[in-house]
């Protein structure tokens, strides 16, 4: 039998009110599970809605330009059960007539979900990342869990990361497995929860009302065909380009999918958006020969070279975070007009004062490293120069002034290089700045780093101060139009008019997209930045400069 159910907005995090900028089905469209039925979009960025079921579409509710938040009924769907009705993951009404459903994979035994029974725990949002995969699972069958412990650990194309458990209980089954590709909302396991502490979906869900029981029966979904990929001579991707393309995740996922740089896409939607038929109609006037292959920039292959007929050799992979960030750094290189400024900045009077703060600073448990006061200083050039904590608009006509300042930093780990992200760095003291500087990197070097502490930096600091090095040319972090390399301080002789006295010189190098900052601005910043390394008194009130 067939059984109507409403669809609704799952829980969105912290946002509210979020526009529906896209309807990706129709009334009588044949939809499966975890299918996108409409893209809304936050000031952060577009995610999809997707079906909690298998099923026809009988109604969409909302039209482009609505409001929705989590909780909202977006229409009706219709699936097929059995004499009882499949609840997923909350039965709202009463169990003849329509049933309400949360826009989430259905539970495998059915039991209505509340602060306690069983549930399915899915991937949460992972930021602008998809198929990422699983390299750890934490959590075996019987395993009891309490809120926060891991369940999985995902890496991404800059950091491994854990996912929490957002409930305590038994697992019931582990539905994931080391190697596989997950996204957001793909199920990690069945737990048997307790009552307390639950996930936001279940609060909004019993707020509407009182749940009623029901026994689960609902056919799997069909196992996916792999993606065909067109024959043409369809330009490659450039994986800078795409990923700061404005289109939804559907779209992307369809773009890899067909092998569609979405760089190259003229987008019709508002704003500019990609839409679904954009990529198609790109993919058919390619094939068609109805419009050329945009051209793209052959490099030159390096030769190969059979090292074995010179002797002994011995192959070793690279990390998992060296294959992925590999391509992106080339990208970078290859697609930015990279010019370095190398500069000085005196120290002396900021390291003796280092010295003498450094102990009490232990003492609260702080590591008053050099890094936290060029962090600060930089925060100041930033504010100085905001150009600098810019980025180019995808139209590359425009600038995108930025009115926070997040700092990125490199982090050496075992498995290669990690930016982590402190937030609001114009906000931090140098004290701060240390603490958040020395969490990061531990959790950095522990594999612990979240999503959001891998986003959103407007410009980063490379240090290799503490290994050594005299000047070096670090590659821009895009979409970020600078970075500051900080090589190893020395005492050098410097001049004071009178004679050569010895002074602590600390060597920056400052990477920048030359489209937009030219060699005065550059050497301008770092001329202002050693200026605030100079003024150590300045820096710890706050204020640089």
Not at 112 to 124: E, H
Not at 178 to 197: E, N, T
Not at 264 to 287: C, E, S
Request: glycine share 8%.
């Amino acid at each position: 039998m067939s059984q109507n159910i409403d669809i609704i907005i799952p829980d969105l995090g912290d946002f509210a009110n979020v526009e529906v900028i896209e309807i990706l089905v129709a009334a009588g469209d044949t939809v499966e599970r975890e299918t996108g039925l409409i893209t809304v979009e936050t000031d952060k960025a577009a995610m999809d809605v997707p079906s909690p079921e298998n099923g026809v579409i009988v109604e969409i509710s909302v039209a482009v330009g609505d409001t929705v938040s989590a909780g909202d009924v977006i229409g009706k769907l219709s699936i097929e059960v059995s004499d009882t009705v499949v609840i997923a993951p909350m039965l709202l009404h009463e169990p003849t007539g329509d049933t309400t459903v949360l826009a989430s994979p259905a539970r495998p035994d059915g039991e209505v979900q509340k602060s306690g029974g069983v549930q399915t725990l899915v991937v949460p949002d992972l930021g602008d990342f998809d198929n990422v995969e699983v390299i750890e699972v934490h959590i075996s069958k019987g395993d009891e869990l309490n809120v926060e412990d891991p369940l999985v650990t995902l890496e991404t194309d800059k950091a491994a990361m854990d996912v929490p458990a957002i409930v305590g209980g038994r697992i019931e089954s582990v539905l994931v497995k080391v190697g596989d590709k997950v996204s957001q909302g793909s199920s990690l396991a069945i737990i048997k929860a307790r009552a307390g502490r639950t996930a936001k979906v279940a609060a909004v869900a019993e707020e509407r009302a009182a749940p009623v029981p029901v026994q689960a029966a609902v056919s799997a979904p069909p196992k996916p065909q792999a993606p065909v990929r067109p024959s043409g001579s369809l330009p490659p991707i450039n994986e800078v380009g795409f990923t700061t393309a404005h289109a939804s995740p559907s779209v992307r996922k369809l773009a890899r999918e067909l092998g569609v740089d979405l760089a190259q896409v003229k987008g019709a939607g508002h704003k500019n958006r990609i839409l679904h038929d954009d990529v198609k109609a790109f993919v058919k006037a390619i094939l068609t020969g109805q419009a050329g292959a945009p051209a793209t920039a052959a490099l030159p292959k390096t030769p190969v070279v059979d090292f074995a007929k010179f002797g002994e050799i011995e192959l070793q992979p690279l990390a998992r975070i060296q294959k992925i960030s590999g391509p992106r750094l080339q990208a970078s290189w290859v697609n930015i007009p990279h010019v370095t400024q190398h500069d000085l900045a005196d120290i002396t009077e900021l390291e003796e004062k280092r010295q003498q703060l450094k102990g009490a600073a232990r003492e609260r448990g702080i590591s008053l490293t050099p890094l936290a006061f060029v962090l600060k200083a930089c925060v100041a050039a930033l504010q100085e120069f905001p150009k600098i904590n810019a980025s180019l608009a995808e139209d590359g006509k425009n600038l995108v002034f930025k009115k926070y300042c997040h700092l990125g930093f490199a982090a050496d780990t075992e498995q290669g290089l990690m930016v982590p992200v402190i937030r609001n760095a114009d906000k931090k003291d140098v004290y701060e700045l240390a603490e958040e500087l020395a969490a990061l990197s531990k959790a950095a070097r522990d594999g612990k780093l979240k999503a959001d502490q891998l986003q959103g930096a407007t410009f980063t600091v490379s240090s290799l101060g503490g290994i050594g090095g005299t000047a070096f040319t670090p590659i821009i972090n895009a979409p970020e139009v600078a970075i500051l390399g900080v090589s190893r301080s020395s005492m050098q002789p410097v001049w004071n008019g009178s004679e050569f006295v010895p002074r602590l010189m600390l060597p920056l190098s400052l990477s920048y997209d030359h489209r937009v900052i030219d060699g005065a601005a550059a050497v301008r910043f770092t001329t202002f930045l050693g200026e605030v390394l100079g003024n150590v008194e300045g820096l710890l009130q706050g204020g640089g400069k």
